[in-house]
């Protein structure tokens, strides 16, 4: 059944509720997050995560979620929109790994600068090197590490290459992998695209078809722990790639045909590029 757009007063009524939720989460992180203990960090992401999700009218689902997490632990998933990474907090809430220029964008890159975002330099093997250096010691201090090593998004009906050079703090770290499949459903449980974030989108696009929406449900999709043990990072990359497409429903293997992760290491003829906080490393493993 076809259900009408949200009004557009009541979705001027959310965005403007949004930017003050935002400014709300600066103010936590210029004053205070940065004294807080790791758990009370933590405390801080879930709420203010929630608490987005529930003024764009998005509701969390979980399957199979963990009661607890073990002491290291690296959250791997698909991608699909700049929401993906509030799901995540919402549950689960640990430091991203992002690519270096989300910390030059407006408001924005500061807000994921102060709550410990780990930036990859695209293209830069040394600064590459560092990164999953900085994982790795996160890792052993028993933070939740997530990454989405398809290094763009996709429209969630489908999953690209992993790169398996973001797997191996996983393995330095002597990390369990916890394998996560994302996707966003409407109020009848179909599958929607209103915050797929690909090709020309600009940000405010994507959040003013989402704030279209009358409802919409992300639903996360554990799959069960992968050891890192004796493991090579191609081979616990590859059945990482395959639990995750279990979970959403494609078969083992699945990659679409299209632009590269990165559209600049494609031919001219590639595309346009996606819109993606997440990076395509430097070694595409």
């Known amino acids: 059944m076809t259900r009408r757009a949200t009004p557009v007063p009541v979705r001027l009524a959310r ?3 949004l930017v003050a939720h935002v400014a709300r989460g600066l103010w936590v992180v210029h004053t205070r997050y940065a004294s807080l203990p790791p758990g009370r960090q933590d405390d801080e992401l879930r709420r203010w995560a929630r608490g987005l999700l529930a003024i764009l009218r998005v509701e969390v689902r979980c399957h199979n979620a963990p009661e ?3 002491e290291r632990c690296l959250l791997v998933s698909n991608h699909v929109s700049w929401l993906d990474i509030f799901a995540v907090y919402a549950v689960v809430p640990g430091l991203f790994v992002a690519k270096s220029e989300i910390r030059e964008w407006p408001v924005v890159g500061d807000l994921v600068r102060r709550v410990g975002t780990l930036f990859i330099e695209r293209g830069n093997r040394r600064h590459a090197r560092r990164t999953n250096e900085r994982m790795v010691a996160a890792l052993e201090t028993g933070r939740l590490v997530a990454v989405c090593p398809e290094g763009t998004t996709t429209d969630g009906r489908s999953l690209r290459h992993f790169h398996a050079a973001l797997l191996q703090p996983a393995i330095g770290a002597r990390a369990l992998v916890l394998p996560l499949a994302l996707r966003f459903v409407d109020h009848d449980g179909a599958q929607t695209d209103a ?5 020309d989108t600009s940000l405010a696009e994507s959040l003013w078809r989402i704030a279209a929406m009358p409802f919409m449900a992300v639903e996360l999709r554990f799959a069960p722990y992968v050891s890192t043990e004796s493991q090579h990072r191609r081979e616990l990359t590859q059945r990482v790639h395959g639990l995750i497409a279990r979970e ?3 078969p083992h293997g699945h990659t679409p045909s299209g632009r590269p992760a990165d559209p600049r290491a494609g031919s001219p003829s590639a595309g346009h590029p996606t819109r993606t906080p997440y990076p395509a490393p430097a070694d595409p493993g």
């Open 68 to 70: 607890t997490l073990p």
């Open 248 to 250: 959403l429903g494609l």
């Open 15 to 17: 965005i403007l509720r």
């Open 195 to 199: 915050p797929v974030y690909v090709d």
